[in-house]
């Protein structure tokens, strides 16, 4: 996180000079100086302006982040004053737990299924929708519509649909398709595509949102240009509007990314407290509630927190180091126009 | 100005409740006192138990005040926690026993209430039931109702499947399945979702398959050794290897709506359910016309031939309510009064299950709990629920082994496994 914050403003003094549309910037950049190096009034203004949130992000973020480390270390039922501390040994419970790893997995076939399924769908769906075309408003909106309602709405709704005796197995047998008729939610060979299946139906809206507006962004002198040279339109789709909407989907495959390795809520709704594991569905986060809090176990489920924490943690470094550092510039200071 | 105007208000707000809680602190030393009393029913006649309790006792004791606050069940366990954390324990609440009143009394959070106990009390009270509140002989919370477990039946459906009786031997039981089977309707209801309504058919298993010594060890050592373990796993195995189960019970909840199991039984959806003594009354809160089930019936676990269990021997849980450390002596005048005849016999009313009180067990018509009552009190040995009794981490990883099972991912060893394997975690 504080690498995203940092790499702008480190990289602002030659930002003017790599982007062609920017001449403004100087003027501030003298202002700004000048304020800092100056008065003690900047300084207190700063200190009384940013105070508050900063004390609301340290007590509400870095302390239970703090919190949560210290109480992983320890033998905990959530009574009183942690007492047995038992050093790192809930890390190697944690590891050594094949329900755990397993989880894990889970998370990992989501967070490569959410990319392969949605991202191409949504690109299509994107570039379909920047054509000029009729009820362009109210597809978009029929796309956009799963991502605004609320996950336990989606869940439930989902959950009664797909039950053995529920309405998509009724309407399959209905229709005299009743050999294509599967326990969706409770057959574990089956039940992890149906929360892909789920899950990129609600969120693909959102990244058919991102890619319209990265879309807009793209210069029609460019694919004007490239159609009076004799482009066609799928040339012109990949040789032109494809790379430049690269910082758009690499920022979303970031987000996209990010949420698969905390999904919680879908899965928790679905499958209950208890079974997401025996439906192959489980999560690092379902995991951790079950182990922890519902266990009573909370020295033990801090612990997982801590792991949940690191692996996003190490992913996000990694993906901003490697995948993100050339355009951070470009996708993060460069889009909101 | 406005900042530091603010500022004062919220500095007066933080010194006014400061005051306030100690002004509650205190209370238990006056004459008088004020208690807090949580309880898990948001509406209906439970509810109105607890508030009409309140206010005879308080008219019974001039100058003590009782505070009835609803919980929601599924919240209550983390509410209860953190308030306990902070120093902020209700006087009066419900207590789940087990592993987590445990967990309570190590942490000095539950008071002692065996010599509170009245022998008035101990007359109508079986010792039984208070030593299912008890640690080490020492009495934590007050019984107010018994809840085993047993098999819960449509007269109907049985009837329309031509079973005569009720099977009392395992084999019997798989004979009725068949024949029920053969008429088209799903045996046995199971809420698999919720994991502990599956799991509650391996308890039963190990009940007749371990001798109490057996699972008196376990509760100790948190290991499950003892090949009755195994044994009980396999048997279950073999029972659900015939497919008694309502289709996609892996994804049905205990009590929830229609589809639930409970719901499956109470629409004549399935013939029978293995669920406490709790479960009349959430039967009938799922019927078309919400009234009682008329042709529900009821008969214990079956019996199987080679288990070291004592034959009859009878699995349930006692509800009861506790006494935070910091409550007034009043508290424990609350209990007493509460586990009255009059006031049990008012309880039984209002949740349609037995009470813990003898005299008030006179008081029962509906044939299914004279059955459960009858059962109970016969029973050479009564276990609590094992998830309550090993503890919630142990527990809950038992009932997630016996789904893993049922849904043909793990085996027998594997329950025992997992359950060994929970113990480290907390």
Sequence with gaps: MTVREQLPTGQRSSGPRSTTEGGVPTPPSAARRRRTTGSWRSRLEIAVLTGPALAVFLLFVIFPVVAAAYYGFFRWAGYGVPTQFVGLQNYVTILQDPTFLAALGHNGVIVVLSLVLQGPIAILLALLLNRKMRGQTLIRVLIFIPYVISEVVVGTGWSLILQTTGALNSALQAVGLGALKVDWLANPDVAIWTLMG?????????????????????????????????????????????????PTIRIWAFLSVIGALQLFDLVYIIWGQYVASTAGTSTMATYMVVNGRNAGSYGYGNAVAVVLFLVSLIVALLYQRVVLRRDTEGALTGKGR | ??????????????????????????????????MTLWQNSTTGPGLQFWKDAAKSFEKANPGVTIDVQTVQNEDFDGKLQTAMNSGDAP??????????????????????????????????????????ESLDG???????????????????????????????????LNADIAKLKAKDIAPVALGAKDAWPAAHWYYNFALRECAPAALEKAAKSKSF????????????????????????????????????????????????????????GVIASLTKD????????????????????????????????????????QCVDFLNYIATTKEQTAYYKAYNSPPVNTEAQTAVTEPYLKDVVATYNKAPFVSQWLDTVYGQNVGNALNVGVVNLLAGKSDAAGIVKTTNDAAKKG
């Design chain 2, 225 to 280: 050794d003892d090949p009755c373990w195994l044994k009980a796993g396999q048997d279950l195995q073999a029972f659900s290897d015939t497919k008694p189960f309502n289709q996609g019970f892996l994804t049905t909840a205990a009590q929830q709506g229609a589809g639930s199991s409970a719901g499956l039984v109470a629409n004549h959806k399935a013939a029978m359910e293995l669920m406490g003594a709790w479960d009349p």
């Design chain 2, 290 to 329: 919400e009234k009682p089930l008329p042709d529900l019936g009821w008969f214990p676990f079956p019996e199987i031939t080679g288990g070291a269990g004592k034959p009859g021997s009878i699995l349930g849980g006692v509800d009861g309510y506790s006494c935070s450390q910091a409550a007034p002596p």
């Design chain 1, 198 to 246: 789920i899950i990129t139906w609600k969120y693909v809206g959102f990244a058919v949102i991102l890619f319209l507006a990265g879309l807009q962004g793209i210069p029609e002198e460019l694919t004007e240009a490239a159609s009076i040279d004799g482009a066609s339109f799928w040339q012109i789709q990949r040789r032109i509007t494809l790379p430049l909407l690269g």
């Design chain 2, 91 to 132: 006087d009066i609440f419900l207590q789940r026993g087990g592993g987590k009143l445990q967990a309570m009394v190590e942490a000095g959070q539950v008071k002692d209430i065996t010599d509170g106990v009245t022998a008035a009390t101990k007359k109508v009270v079986p010792a039984a039931s208070l030593g299912a």
């Design chain 2, 1 to 34: 100005m406005r900042p530091s105007r603010l500022i004062a208000a919220s500095a007066v707000l933080l010194a006014s409740a400061a005051a306030l809680t100690g002004c509650s602190g205190s209370g238990g030393s006056s004459d008088g006192a004020s």
């Design chain 2, 138 to 172: 020492k009495v934590y919370a007050m019984p107010l109702s018994v809840l085993p477990s047993g098999i819960w039946y449509s007269k109907d459906l049985f009837e329309e499947a031509g079973i005569e009786g009720t099977p009392t031997t395992l084999d019997e």
